[in-house]
């Protein structure tokens, strides 16, 4: 029970950072942008949360949906040390 607990918060937050790093509203103010590119992001992080509520691949959804965070990270470190 704590463990569904834990995996439904855990789609919400990796979601809703996955969903920002992918679609930069902040950056254009807006969704008119193309995020054909981005959109890789959002394939892994489905994929993730499909995986997350099986009992036999949830160890690799708890991969799949942190890894957009994880291609990211760098980018935006790299991006705040200039």
Same mark, same amino acid.
């Given at each position: 029970?704590?463990?569904? #607990?834990?995996?439904? !918060?855990? $789609? $919400?937050?990796?979601? !809703? $950072?996955?969903?920002?790093?992918? #679609?930069? #509203?902040?950056?254009?103010?807006?969704?008119?942008?193309?995020? %054909?590119?981005?959109? !890789? !992001? %959002?394939? #892994?992080?489905? %994929?993730?949360?499909? %995986?997350?509520?099986?009992?036999?691949?949830?160890?690799?959804?708890?991969?799949?949906? $942190?890894?957009?965070?994880?291609?990211?990270?760098?980018?935006?470190?790299?991006?705040?040390?200039?």
């Amino acid at each position: 029970m704590v463990y569904t #607990i834990y995996r439904a !918060f855990h $789609l $919400l937050w990796t979601g !809703f $950072l996955a969903f920002l790093t992918a #679609i930069p #509203i902040l950056e254009s103010g807006g969704l008119e942008r193309a995020v %054909l590119g981005e959109t !890789f !992001f %959002l394939m #892994i992080w489905l %994929l993730g949360a499909t %995986l997350l509520f099986s009992k036999r691949f949830n160890v690799y959804g708890m991969i799949f949906t $942190l890894a957009p965070l994880v291609f990211t990270a760098p980018v935006f470190i790299f991006i705040l040390s200039i």
